[in-house]
């Protein structure tokens, strides 16, 4: 499975200040091997994505468990991916169908 970004944050959000329920649930994460980045506007981070639902099920219950109001979640194909190759589709071209149909003016 290919490696998957997440980038989430935790609030209440005081920038430069985390407070408990983000400490803990990027310790639970840094706890799993995942390392934690610290942005602007939120965190990130990288895992398998096999692991992703793990990395997930860790900061909503640390967060939440710490006094978490809300947790905003972005899951995606990561882009530091090895040399990821599409999907094949039944063709075997790696272009899902339509892919290449454009339509600029909005309609079919």
Do not use: K, W, Y
Request: charged share 20%.
């Amino acid at each position: 499975m290919q490696d998957q970004e997440l980038e989430f944050t935790i609030e209440p959000f005081v920038e430069g200040r985390p407070g408990p329920h983000v400490r803990a649930a990027v310790d639970a994460v840094e706890a799993l091997d995942v390392a934690v980045e610290f942005g602007p506007f939120g965190s990130s981070c990288h895992a398998p994505g096999e692991m992703m639902p793990a990395v997930v099920a860790a900061i909503v219950q640390q967060a939440f468990v710490n006094g978490a109001t809300h947790v905003s979640m972005h899951v995606s194909a990561s882009p530091l991916a090895n040399d990821a190759e599409p999907a094949a589709d039944a063709a075997g071209t790696g272009v899902a169908p339509g892919a290449d149909e454009v339509d600029p003016g909005g309609t079919d």
